[in-house]
């Protein structure tokens, strides 16, 4: 929304009495004829044009289209399978980085759903930096993936990284999995958006919020069922962990854009003694859950072993996530929950 001050009026009164409504102002620009322009931040609850224009100074008040109507539109609410997803009711989502075996990703589909994970992640295609890594077991590992899920009664989610791709992944995945380095892949997220999936898209390591959203629209106008926008850390300047876990941007989506919000600590932090407190710092922010990235021998992990925390390790976290409810999720009771179900706004 753009604010109009008059000429001979204060525009710092004006943003003043914005404030005090709760509004918060974006960005001031000078018009060619002397008035002010206050462009109010798109997050957040605002009050309607017409309180607006009822203040002393404001000369008129226009209301933009909104860039990403069908994100804006979107909800707290994801549904993945029968689950509804949201910060009430979020999801933990575990398993290894890639599938690299048959017998393992059983193994660890077993060891998680006993521990309270209701998805199974793992990567068959693999985006890797050097081309002489490991790139995954590609349609193979997604037949084991979708075996090792089915019997435990688990979600699958996996990765889409090319449009050829596109059936034998969302014949496997209930959340389809767009990488942090496709998000600008716009040929893709049509594709994948195609397929009427629950999409969870990796926020790009440079994106700014407002890429990332319109990203997400992208997906939503070609018919993705849902979006959940994941942070897995951004470009920082410190090499001491891997990423920037932004967890401002988990906020401001969580509660200022009221949209379901999954946080990677994993890709995040890089390392393993990090994962447990940045879940928790996560969901207190608002997210609708956590992706977590599990081994059982990491140490021989095929890749980012070192990141990897062990089954067993989730057990410190499942008290915060119900189990998975057909249709919806119950309540959380916890000390943190407190904070998120507050902070929710449905
Ligand atoms: C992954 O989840 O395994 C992955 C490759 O993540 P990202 O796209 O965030 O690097
Ligand atoms: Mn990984």
Redesign the pocket.
Known sequence: MIVTVNADADARSVQKALVNLGVSVASEEHATDGKRHLVLSEAGPRPGADVIRKLPGVGSVSEPEPCHPKVSAHGPIARVGQRAVSARTPLLIGGP?AVESEAQIHRLAAKLSARGVSAL?G?AF??RTSPYSFQGHGREALRWLKDASKEHGLLTVT?LMSESEVDAVAECADLL?I???NMYNYALLKVAGATGRPVLL?RAMSATVREWLLAGEYLLSHGASSVLFCE?GIRGFDSQTRNLLDLGAVALLAHGYGLPVIV?PS?AAGRRDLVMPLSEAALAAGAAGVMI?THDAPGDAKS?GAQAVHPDELQKLAKWFPKAVPGKGRPLSSPVASIINQGASS
């Open positions: 980085c992640r990567g693999k985006p990765e999995q990488g942090t380095r990796k897995r990677d890709h990235e980012d």
